[in-house]
Nanobody, 118 residues
Framework: QVQLVESGGGLVQAGGSLTLSCVASGSIFRINIMGWYRQAPGKQRELVAKITRGGSKNYATSVEGRFAISRDNAKNTVYLQMNSLKPEDTAVYYC????????????WGQGTQVTVSS
């Protein structure tokens, strides 16, 4: 059994910062890509950022320069540092991981709410 547990969401004023964390636990042999997605009310889920095991990163255009993704392979953890937050960043943020347990599979976290007030 594999679990992804997210933390760090909350309410913040525009211009503020938050850091999200996601820890993968269970029968894990190897983790490949780790990423963050978000879904705002009435909108489709979208990629925010992703990072490979080797550290290559991709960002959505809307967050580039404001958000930073990182990971700690020893702790099976991925982070999302969010700076200069805007009201349009308000969404439920989901962790997503490609990992090898009994087989290569893709997993989602339960989501954490980020609300940015103007």
């Amino acid at each position: 059994q594999v679990q992804l547990v997210e933390s760090g969401g909350g309410l913040v004023q525009a211009g503020g910062s938050l850091t999200l964390s996601c820890v993968a636990s269970g029968s894990i042999f190897r983790i490949n890509i780790m990423g963050w997605y978000r879904q705002a009310p009435g909108k489709q889920r979208e990629l925010v950022a992703k990072i490979t095991r080797g550290g290559s990163k991709n960002y959505a255009t809307s967050v580039e320069g404001r958000f930073a993704i990182s990971r700690d392979n020893a702790k099976n953890t991925v982070y999302l540092q969010m700076n200069s937050l805007k009201p349009e960043d308000t969404a439920v943020y989901y962790c997503n991981v490609d990992l090898l347990g009994t087989a290569w599979s893709n997993y989602w976290g339960q989501g954490t709410q980020v609300t940015v007030s103007s």
